[in-house]
């Protein structure tokens, strides 16, 4: 497996909800590209001191994406792509 790590900021163009009505990405854009998730992926919370940050592990089938929100839902920054 191939590990590129980016660390840019993303463009969601569409969210999902799980069965308990959490969001998560459903499309990115990144460099042109446009990528669809297959699934609602793995979720974890980060807490560095007084701030939150959500790490959700994507996949669109052929590659894992892992993002990374304020947790606010502002912004959302590609962390790596692995294939």
Same mark, same amino acid.
């Given at each position: 497996m191939n590990r590129n790590n980016i660390n840019e900021q993303v463009t969601v163009t569409a969210m999902g909800f799980k069965k308990d009505?959490?969001?998560y990405p459903r499309r990115i854009e990144y460099q042109g590209s446009t990528y669809d998730f297959i699934d609602a992926g793995l +979720?974890?919370?980060v807490r560095q001191g007084g701030r939150i940050a959500?790490?959700?592990t994507l996949t669109d089938g052929s590659a894992n994406f892992r993002l +990374?929100?304020?947790n606010r839902g502002?912004?959302?920054t590609l962390l790596s792509i692995t294939a």
């Open positions: 009505l959490a969001v +979720r974890c919370l959500e790490i959700l +990374r929100s304020d502002n912004s959302w």
